[in-house]
């Protein structure tokens, strides 16, 4: 009796809260995460999946929603937002660019008290060329840092497409034409930004090469080249970084938008890659959001109210399913639930911009490629005077414009960074450039659109009698050249990848003038990606390609020109004699396509044919003989590296080998090697490249004298290529040579080895095939070796 009367009292007690949770709204993180989902209705499944939108006035852009216009951004400048659920206890997330630094408004309206600037960085390119994994991932840390302490769930970096052509006009957001290189450091940069807690975008999944008509550009591809070159250093950083989120590219593959691609972003990245996160649009990408949603693209950036209604009415209608629907809000919800936001992470905003200064000063010192020192001009002795030429000198480029820029607090400039380190610039040339920059800025056009390039300022034409007094008062001659480039648009061959008239008379004058008397002339790169050289490369004494080197610019460049820092980068994409020498010349980039649509800043329908199949940069330059002007992998020090034997663990490969040999620093001054190993695949039925970067490696700053021991780990896969009648990676049978060198084409060691049988090392699906027979390069058939 006594036991029922307690039973009964306990049930009592029971039913109030029985009904209160029954009646309770379940709460993310709190509740299971089926139920929240089987909480929401449609209308709140399609917001999760739509963004906020953006407050722009454009024409032809779609204006946000009069309720979410009225809620303030957590982070002004930020590039985008998705929804608040506060009901359920979600949280809108912040998204914000991108691949040089953190891109937010550094002035807010609402606190004059406080500015809000991130650190510019060197450019993707410059980092990569540092061949430096470990120093990615320092930057990434860092960058990492900074959206963690500015309140920013997830950054929208790294970009990763290829370098397929030089005028690509975001090649500066890259990292290389060849796709270990980009996914190694893609996969480094990622599982630094991430190890602090905050999320990152790899981007524009895939084949984003190019900015001509990028939002209708359908582009042709081989599967093969796809597999091998354009989807290969996304799958390196899926698999090495599981990225939270992906961005699904603008362009079309083969006749499909890439974010309404079910074979692009279900089958290959999560089916085969193993992706868990989600993947959301670029910025008004594609044209269907259902096609979007059903495809796998799970978020719809910036988003606009006329997604989120469609994706309502394809549910009610059935044209959409609720599972599909749920699998995609599912996804959002773990990324959620990771994010410092949902977690209540304090933030500072203000990160310790000083120290990361420093990091970006010494990341651009590791990434500037040393191209000619004839007669060791370089580095400068100390106190000299120098004569600064070019624009660029006084006015530096730090970094492409678009998403890929960044509201530094400030930049150093290359004079102000040489004076810094104890050199005197000659004055009344320093005057003359000072005039006359700030004149034409001040007398500038606008740029055609907010995000887009100001019409560059013309280089100034020196008079003879100007560069004669300098010959007579300054030590040497130092002349920047400068190129920047960004969103929206491709560089072109004119003035941009060739150098202007006015810049090739300028080293040609100069070099005549100091060489007369004795003097070295020493030109600066200051580019986001590969320009013309031979033409003018015989007169300066050096060449130091310093790229778009961030906010520490001038100070980095000056390390580098004083032996501050020995020079370690080499080229992650090849420098071609001309312009006409690029595989994809003829086919970049692309045409327009007959269309009734009215022109709009979404562009037109066109089209690009990719009939280099896989040969793009040195794979093309090496295979067919054509000589670049510095190939790929190239790059001096201002000391010498012995590359000692190579030993091989087997002569047969069974699961995996290791390829090892010393490198010895056998010159006057501490200095880094980037040691590469390339390999040669026996003929077999497919077309191959004549070597393939299959592994690389820096060495730590080596004292004079002093070695180190580097191994190699290769296996079957890395010998692989893509046989698309057979839709898998095949290792063929017989002998393999493998090649190390300190570049491309400076093979110091080589050695063989045998795979016994042929091994398919992998099975993949015959997906995005092209909807036109592409008359593809083959490689000539004897290949010189
Ligand atoms: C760019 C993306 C960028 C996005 C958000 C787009 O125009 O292509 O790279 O992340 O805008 O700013």
């Known amino acids: 009796m006594l036991s029922l009367r307690i039973a009964l009292v306990a049930i009592l007690l029971l039913v109030p809260m029985l009904s209160t949770s029954a009646q309770d709204v379940p709460q993310l993180g709190e509740a299971p995460l089926q139920d929240v989902i089987d909480a929401m209705t449609t209308k709140e499944k399609a917001l999760l999946l739509v963004g906020m939108g953006f407050s722009m006035n454009i024409p032809g852009v779609p204006p946000m929603s009069p309720e979410d216009a009225a809620i303030p951004e957590k982070v002004p400048g930020a590039a985008g937002r998705t929804h608040a659920i506060d009901r359920l206890g979600i949280p809108s997330l912040t998204l914000s660019d991108g691949p040089a630094g953190v891109r937010i408004e550094p002035i807010r309206e609402s606190d004059s008290t406080q500015t809000y600037h991130a650190t510019a960085f060197p450019v993707a390119t410059l980092l990569a060329s540092s061949w430096d994994t ?46 270990l290189v980009s996914g190694s450091m893609a996969a480094a940069f990622v599982n630094g930004v991430e190890s602090e807690g905050v999320g990152t975008s790899i981007k ?16 042709h591809v081989s599967e093969r080249a796809l597999r091998e070159l354009y989807l290969k250093g996304f799958e390196i950083a ?19 938008y890439a974010s309404e691609s079910e074979a ?44 989120t209604e469609a994706l309502v009415t394809a549910v009610e209608n059935g044209t959409l399913s609720e599972e599909t629907l749920d699998a995609s809000v599912e996804r959002v919800l773990q990324v959620v639930l990771a994010s410092p936001t949902f977690r209540k992470v304090a933030y500072s905003d203000a990160p310790d911009l000083e120290a990361h200064a420093a990091l970006a000063r010494q990341a651009a010192t590791e990434g500037m490629v040393l191209l000619k020192n004839e007669d060791e001009a370089l580095p400068l002795p100390a106190s000299q005077t120098i004569a600064l030429f070019g624009n660029a000198s006084y006015d530096l480029v730090v970094g492409g414009t678009g998403s890929g820029d960044v509201n530094e607090a400030y930049a150093v400039s290359l004079d102000a960074g040489l004076k810094e380190a104890g050199y005197t610039i000659h004055a009344a040339l320093e005057g003359d450039y000072s005039r006359y920059i700030e004149e034409a800025k001040a007398n500038r056009p606008p740029p055609p659109m907010p995000f887009m390039l100001p019409p560059p300022i013309a280089e100034m034409p ?25 969103e929206f648009a ?14 090739q008379a300028l080293i040609q004058k100069v070099s005549g003038a100091f060489h007369a008397v004795g003097k070295d002339v020493v030109v600066v790169m200051n580019v986001g990606g590969v320009t013309e050289v031979a033409s003018w490369r015989d007169a300066p004494d050096a060449i130091l390609l310093a790229w778009q080197p961030g906010q520490e610019g001038g100070n980095a460049i000056a390390d580098v020109l004083s032996g501050q820092v020995n020079p370690s980068g080499k080229l992650t994409s090849s420098f071609p004699v001309a312009y006409t020498d690029v595989p994809s010349a003829e086919n970049f980039p692309g045409k327009e396509l007959p269309s009734d649509d009215a022109p709009s800043i979404f562009g037109v329908p066109s089209e690009v044919v990719y009939d280099e199949g896989i040969y793009v940069g040195y794979r093309y330059y090496n295979t067919f003989g054509v000589e670049p002007a510095y190939p790929f992998g190239y790059g001096l020090s201002y000391t ?3 590359y000692g034997d190579v030993t091989l663990s087997a002569s047969m490969l069974d699961e995996e080998m290791t390829a090892t040999l010393t490198v010895t620093n056998t010159g006057e001054v501490e200095g880094r090697e980037v040691v590469q190993v390339y390999v040669s695949a026996p003929a077999g039925t497919l077309d191959k490249p004549k070597s393939e970067l299959r592994a690389f490696a820096k060495t730590d700053l080596l004292e004079p004298g002093s070695s180190q021991t580097l191994a190699f780990t290769l296996t079957a896969a890395d010998l692989a290529s893509y046989d698309a009648a057979r839709s898998a990676w095949v290792a063929a049978a017989g002998t393999y040579t493998v090649k190390i060198g300190a570049s491309s084409r400076d093979i110091r060691q080589q050695a063989s080895f045998e795979l016994a049988e042929e091994q398919v090392v992998e099975t993949a699906h015959p997906v995005l095939v092209p909807e036109m027979s592409i008359k593809e390069r083959t490689a000539p058939a004897a290949q010189e070796d």
Do not use: C
């Open 462 to 486: 020196v008079d003879e009698a100007r560069i004669q007094q300098a010959v007579q008062n300054a030590d040497v001659a130092l002349i920047t050249l400068g190129r920047n480039s960004g």
């Open 204 to 219: 524009h999944f895939a084949v984003n090469n190019q900015e001509f008509n990028r939002m209708q550009l359908n582009t």
């Open 490 to 503: 491709d560089r072109v061959v004119e003035a941009d990848f060739d150098l202007t008239e006015v810049e």
């Open 640 to 642: 010498d590296f012995d």
């Open 264 to 307: 692009l972003l279900t089958t290959i990245l999560r089916d085969e890659w193993g992706f868990e996160g989600f993947i959301m649009t670029d910025w008004f990408g594609g044209s269907d959001p259902v096609a979007q949603i059903a495809a796998g693209n799970d978020v719809l950036m910036p988003g606009n109210p006329g997604q």
């Open 134 to 179: 470990a120093l990615a991932h320092s930057v990434g840390t860092v960058f990492g840092r900074e959206v963690r302490e500015y309140g920013i769930d997830i950054l929208l970096a790294p970009g990763m497409n290829l370098h397929r052509n030089p005028l690509g006009g975001r090649n500066f957001e890259y990292y290389s034409e060849d796709p």
């Open 238 to 256: 899926v698999k090495e970084a599981q990225p939270w989120t992906v961005m699904s590219a603008y362009n079309l593959i083969n006749g499909e």
